[in-house]
């Protein structure tokens, strides 16, 4: 059986200028603070993240920001982070707002493979700009695309020995989604058990959706809320 286990530095390491990647996390709860922090001492850049939202300044997904290494975001909101719009105002990145629905949906649609769907949701505003129309039924409705990416960052609280996840609480919102709609998976972990120790019932994502697992050896105060025990 093939070792998933790697330093956080080498698992990082694959990801290149250019990349699209995935980020998991509702806020703090599944972000992946660690591996984040270690694309940050890399330093690749011309990156677009996708990740429901932008994290709070100086934390997560900002650091990336901040460093300049990430030309587009697409995110749900972005409320919480007042560096983002000071980077709209000046130009400095490109975000695409989408939805939370949407957005679950079109990252949902490229791990099954489709081609997008349909909805009516947002015709009528700004966030139909640039986007398809087709008829259906004598409704007008959008065309959403598929969302995939080249890596997804992950943050699971168990894992074991073959890569099989568990997320918790609002973690699971989106990381099973991104684990099925990226080319690669990369994923931190908090507890990695003997393989048996993960009942199948708790699994959120099977084994052969994760390329690489970081065991996290201590959780950052980035973490915050998450702190808990095994």
């Known amino acids: 059986m093939k070792d998933k286990t790697a330093s956080i530095e080498s698992a990082i390491s ?16 599944g972000t992946p603070f660690g591996l984040i922090d270690e694309l940050a001492r890399q330093g690749q850049k011309n990156l677009t993240l996708i990740k429901n939202d932008a994290n709070e300044e100086s934390m997560g997904v900002d650091r990336l920001l901040q460093n300049g290494q990430v030309n587009k975001l697409v995110v749900s909101h972005a409320g919480l982070n007042a560096n983002v719009s000071k980077m709209m105002s000046k130009n400095q990145i490109e975000v695409e707002f989408c939805p939370q629905g949407i957005l679950a949906e079109r990252i949902r649609c490229a791990g099954a ?11 009528d505003t700004i966030l ?63 507890h990695l058990l003997d393989l048996g120790d ?21 959780l950052t105060s980035d973490y915050g809320v998450l702190r808990r025990g095994r």
């Open 14 to 29: 694959r990801i290149k200028d250019g990349d699209t990647v995935m980020v998991g996390g509702f806020g703090v709860p």
């Open 198 to 218: 993960l009942k199948p019932e708790t699994i959120h994502t099977p084994s052969p959706f994760v390329d690489l697992m970081v065991s996290l050896p201590t």
């Open 128 to 190: 139909a700009k640039d986007k398809s129309r087709i008829e259906v039924n004598g409704r007008s409705l959008l065309l959403e695309e598929p969302l995939k990416a080249d890596f997804a960052l992950l943050h699971a609280q168990h894992a074991d020995s073959l890569g099989n996840l568990s997320y918790t609480a609002t973690a699971q919102n989106f990381s099973p989604l991104m684990a099925m709609a990226a080319d690669q998976v990369i994923v931190e972990v908090e």
């Open 113 to 123: 493979g489709l081609y997008g769907f349909l909805t009516d949701i947002g015709i």
